[in-house]
Nanobody, 122 residues
Framework: QGQLVESGGGLVQAGGSLRLSCAAS????????MDWFRQAPGKEREFVAG???????????DYADSVKGRFTISRDDTKNTVWLQMKSLKYEDTADYYC????????????WGQGTQVTVSS
């Protein structure tokens, strides 16, 4: 049974940066789309960014409009790790951040992490 473990959350001032990591212990990691979601208090969980391997050393990344230009998702399939670099953080980025893995061809995420908290002070 695989698992995802997030790290890197914390408290940061508005305008600052954080880098979240998600270490995966799942088989055939490269076959999975890796997504980051977040959930703020009292709000529904929302998609933040996702990355899919589409060829040898070629990846497709997708972002929510609210984070485009500020967040960057990346992955290293040799390390079974995905990162979310967050810059120019805003108060409204405050949330619990989760990584999730969805195998190609699957309609749902088979693995979820436990989450890491990001708090942006205004």
């Amino acid at each position: 049974q695989g698992q995802l473990v997030e790290s890197g959350g914390g408290l940061v001032q508005a305008g600052g940066s954080l880098r979240l990591s998600c270490a995966a212990s799942i088989p055939t990691f490269s076959m999975y789309t890796m997504d980051w979601f977040r959930q703020a208090p009292g709000k529904e969980r929302e998609f933040v960014a996702g990355i899919t391997r589409i060829g040898s050393n070629t990846y497709y990344a997708d972002y929510a409009d609210s984070v485009k230009g500020r967040f960057t998702i990346s992955r290293d399939d040799t390390k079974n790790t995905v990162w979310l670099q967050m810059k120019s953080l805003k108060y409204e980025d405050t949330a619990d951040y989760y990584c999730a893995a969805k195998k190609k061809g699957s309609s749902s995420h088979g693995y979820w992490g436990q989450g890491t908290q990001v708090t942006v002070s205004s």
